[in-house]
């Protein structure tokens, strides 16, 4: 280790010097504390013993600006005085000393605080590897929990996209970087589409890991498609689309909480019969769907349901719908309705009720960006307790159901 000596006596500090490379330390020794900052700065000095009283400035002053100076590294400075009052020790101690020693100066007891200030540099030094460590794990994690997020997002359908006649626009963050909530709608055949949205309990990467599964069974481009369809067992053999309670009660049995599973979800998921006009919808422990047809006030679909993974025996039923032109359907996840301004008042499905009949006559983009504005303006914070996601469903043309 290198050690810096700060001494206007030559005695003193020749004496000192000769001491230490004895011990075996490499040593530098200056008579003042410019050329000391100098040093310091320049060599990278970890370890400085400096006489208090000096010509051009003393050592409490070379303290001060060694620490002013706030280096990458840990400067540990032992200050060498012969003054013996407790002030001035609380001076010293104030101005950045980590030790002190009396002259006349004992060569054992220097040793000694030389060899603990040591040993306090090497556990600063082991603390600052550790965090370099950490910091560098934690860099990897934010990347891939980054990467993550932007994958969970590509999973969710195209916003203003439309699908025989049914356009969707939807609002979605996340409380961390990932999310338990996921939503989605798709083609399901020539006369049908599907959609769901799915809460998953709880935050954070199990959720999400959750929702990219469920997800996938519920996609009618992967194998997994069978959740969605079956085979008719009559010629001509064809695919049949599934009622919404039978995909439900489908993945009730699949993803029962035990020991090894304890994330159970909330979801709604709906048929939208194009060539009939109806809507074939399941509600499983979901907030109420909100229902906004022409020419009517907005309101709430009722029907219920458990959780899905609560109890195998669970039964679940459908709510059916008779819908037109210009009618839209309001999903969203309890991190709305439960979002909490500063006084703790929830915003509540009343007040989202009335929100979507307020702004019936606006494009459903415009209505996403200002329910996003006030949701942000009734938090009064940048992050939410828990995750926010809407999907509203338009018929803006039914006349294109056979369009395939």
Not at 83 to 98: F, K, N, R
Not at 109 to 128: D, N, P, Q, V, W
Request: hydrophobic fraction near 40%; charge should be negative; proline fraction near 4%.
């Amino acid at each position: 280790m290198r050690i810096l000596i700060v001494e206007d006596s030559q005695i003193t500090r020749i004496m000192m010097h000769r001491s230490l490379e004895k011990w075996g330390y490499d040593v530098v020794s200056v008579d003042n504390i410019t050329a000391a900052i100098s040093i310091i700065s320049d060599d990278k000095i970890q370890f400085v013993i400096t006489d208090w009283i000096m010509p051009g400035g003393n050592g409490t002053l070379l303290c001060e600006q060694v620490r002013a100076l706030n280096l990458p590294f840990y400067t540990y400075m032992i200050l060498v005085t012969s003054l013996d009052d407790t002030q001035s020790m609380v001076e010293g101690m104030d101005a950045g000393a980590d030790d002190f020693i009396r002259k006349p100066i004992q060569l054992d007891e220097l040793h000694a605080r030389i060899r603990a200030g040591e040993r306090i540099l090497e556990l600063e030094k082991s603390l600052t590897e550790s965090n370099n460590q950490l910091l560098a794990a934690h860099e990897v994690i934010n990347r891939d929990l980054n990467m993550a997020a932007t994958m969970q997002r590509s999973l969710l359908p195209s916003a203003s996209s439309t699908i025989l006649g049914i356009a969707n626009d939807w609002l979605f963050y996340p409380s961390t970087h990932l999310s338990g909530d996921i939503f989605n709608f798709f083609q399901l055949d020539k006369h049908h589409v599907g959609f769901y949205i799915i809460d998953v309990a709880g935050h954070g990467i199990a959720s999400a890991m959750q929702s990219f599964t469920i997800s996938r069974l519920l996609s009618p481009d992967t194998s997994c498609s069978n959740h969605l369809k079956y085979r008719s067992p009559e010629a001509p053999y064809s695919q049949v689309v599934r009622t919404a309670p039978a995909v439900v009660e489908n993945l009730n049995q699949q993803f029962q909480t035990d020991t090894t599973n304890i994330l159970y979800f909330t979801m709604i998921y709906g048929v939208i019969d194009t060539k009939n006009q109806t809507i074939d919808l399941c509600q499983a422990g979901h907030p109420n769907p909100i229902y906004l047809q022409t020419g009517k006030p907005a309101r709430f679909i009722v029907d219920g349901g458990l959780p899905v993974g609560i109890i195998p025996e669970a039964s679940y039923e459908s709510e059916h719908l008779k819908f037109g032109i210009g009618d839209r359907l309001f999903l969203y996840s309890d991190g709305i309705t439960e979002c909490e301004s500063p006084t703790g008042e929830m915003f509540g499905a009343e007040r989202l009720r009335q929100f979507v009949e307020k702004t019936r006559q606006l494009e459903t983009s415009e209505v996403m960006r200002l329910l996003d504005q006030r949701i942000s303006d009734w938090h009064e914070h940048d992050d939410f307790e828990d995750d926010i996601s809407m999907l509203v469903l338009e018929v803006v043309d039914v006349t294109s159901r056979t369009a395939l």
